[in-house]
């Protein structure tokens, strides 16, 4: 099992970024399938973007198209959610999640499909 750090929240306003990155320990991060959930209060936890093995390969959920961009940074071991233009909607926990099932380019959407979570990091945006 391998354990993930989160970091990168905070509280902002809305029009701001944010960076949130994911290290996992051990082995290096391009061992993973990696993505970034979310989960507002009273809500379910929904898929925000991830990312393959490789980096190739990517998705975003329709609600952070355009304004999120996830990405790998392999000198640091980290993968890296980029958050920009955020809004009031973005507020909840944000959770990096790993696996190490699938192709290099196979891009893991479902919560069920990732057995590796880090605790979650507070994302705050306030209007």
């Known amino acids: 099992q391998v354990q993930l750090v989160e970091s990168g929240g905070g509280l902002v306003q809305a029009g701001d970024s944010l960076r949130l990155s994911c290290a996992p320990s051990?082995?290096?991060?391009?061992?993973?399938?990696m993505g970034w959930f979310r989960q507002a209060p009273g809500k379910e936890r929904e898929i925000v973007a991830a990312i393959s093995r490789s980096g190739r390969s990517t998705y975003y959920s329709d609600t952070v198209k355009g304004r999120f961009t996830i990405f790998r940074d392999n000198a640091k071991n980290t993968m890296v959610l980029q958050m920009n233009n955020l809004k009031p909607e973005d507020t909840a926990v944000y959770y990096c999640?790993?696996?190490?099932?699938?192709?290099?380019?196979?891009?893991?959407?479902?919560?069920?499909?990732?057995?590796?979570w880090g605790r979650g990091t507070q994302v705050t945006v306030s209007s």
């Open positions: 999640a790993a696996t190490a099932v699938g192709s290099i380019l196979y891009v893991a959407r479902r919560a069920d499909e990732y057995p590796d």
């Open positions: 051990g082995l290096p991060s391009s061992v993973y399938a």
